[in-house]
């Protein structure tokens, strides 16, 4: 395992970390991310899409290794894509070690990336999405950051839904199955289908689709 780089962010410590072909993302001193796979978190933005008419606007938050914003750009369905993701490095490194991995989709003209919190961002903006994928440490039941906690809570639930249009779709990807969450989306969005992606070791990734009822 080979070190690429380290950064030191307001969060900690960020390291890119290299094996073979794939890259790691490891926040002080945790596991976050790799490139190795990718299948739960396309089917993420796939499922979600695939339930939006065309012309939608789509909101993914977490820019990660890429994946999720690569398979929207391979979408005819969303008309504009915000990204909104904190760390900047991240972000830089989408031009050099990890581009690949996204496809060169930051240079998509439908595609804006914010480097921002994402909790705060939407706090500060009344911009509507008819497609919102969350995608933000490793879920509501396992975030790396006590911040991003908030975001799967009641009230970060209810600021998700008022960034959605009506009927539109709110995905949510976990690192495991969590009946709480499970019923925290439909009482606060509507009603949920649950996609799994089995993987090599543990549970199954999980993707949570939910849709605005009014």
Known sequence: METVE??????GELVLRRDGAHFELISNGVFLMDTRSGTSERTLVRAALSAAAPGARLLIGGLGVG???AEAVRSKTA?????????????AWHAT??????????????VRVVTADLG???????ELFDVICLDVDNGPDWTVFGDNAALYGDAGTALLRAHLSPGGVLAVWSASASAAYLTRLTATIGPVETLLTEVDRGEPDVVYLARRCS
């Open 6 to 11: 380290r950064v030191v962010t307001d969060r």
């Open 97 to 110: 070690h990890l581009a690949s991995f996204s496809a060169g989709a930051l240079d998509d003209p439908r």
């Open 67 to 69: 994946f999720s914003l």
């Open 79 to 91: 008309a504009e894509i915000v990204v909104i993701e904190i760390e900047p490095d991240v972000v």
């Open 120 to 126: 705060r961002w939407l706090a500060t903006t009344d």
